[in-house]
């Protein structure tokens, strides 16, 4: 504790933002409006004392789960700043699914590993696995932003590597046929008809 914050409070250093001010209480952690050192006339930190000396500031935080970031997320001005018609599709698609695997999870409760395992649950399709370290990295950069957390967990998690596609096996394919066929196998890969001109060309 500090001689110059009120009881139970404390502060905590904060690389990115500078220290902040947390209160302790029966077993109950809740970080604070402003920052340290504290600004003795801040009526939002003195009503937030209020609320967290009543108990009632510690029932908020228990309702601070990844389902109620992710509707927070929804109503931010960087989702809304998304192209609507394809990018925030996407984005929700994913966003639904975050929701239905941990929705109900305390965002605090969420470390690295968590989110690695969010990963490799999907390992077998790896597009769709990275996708979702993608959105789950904006929506966990929300809660940073409104305090919910100090860092985000899905920071430096790597993305898994993508496989390769028929597109790629088709053009390895094109470096080992001679040149007679190459213009068949080019038609394969581009679905291109296979006409008889086309195929005369090999002749």
Not at 14 to 20: N, V
Not at 75 to 95: C, I
Not at 96 to 106: I, P, W
Not at 172 to 188: D, E, F, G
């Amino acid at each position: 504790m500090n001689r110059d914050l009120p009881k139970h409070c404390s502060y905590a250093p904060c690389r990115k933002k500078g220290p902040y001010i947390y209160f302790v209480k029966d077993g109950s952690r809740v970080t604070m409006p402003g920052r340290y050192p504290l600004d003795q006339t801040s009526a939002e930190f003195w009503a937030k004392y209020a609320e967290c000396l009543k108990g009632q500031a510690a029932l908020n935080a228990g309702r601070r789960t990844l389902g109620e970031l992710i509707k927070k997320y929804r109503a931010s001005d960087e989702f809304a700043g998304l192209r609507a018609g394809t990018t925030q599709k996407t984005y929700n698609r994913y966003l639904k699914r975050l929701n239905e695997r941990a929705g109900h999870v305390l965002v605090k409760r969420f470390k690295k590993p968590d989110l690695i395992a969010l990963r490799d649950a999907f390992k077998d399709k790896p597009a769709t696995a990275n996708y979702i370290l993608t959105v789950a990295t904006v929506v966990f950069e929300e809660g940073v932003n409104l305090d919910w957390i100090q860092h985000n967990p899905a920071r430096g998690v790597k993305k898994l590597k993508d496989q390769p596609s028929n597109d790629c096996l088709g053009t390895r394919m094109i470096l080992n046929v001679t040149m007679p066929s190459l213009v068949i196998v080019k038609a394969w890969c581009l679905n291109w008809p296979l006409t008889q001109a086309s195929v005369s060309l090999t002749c």
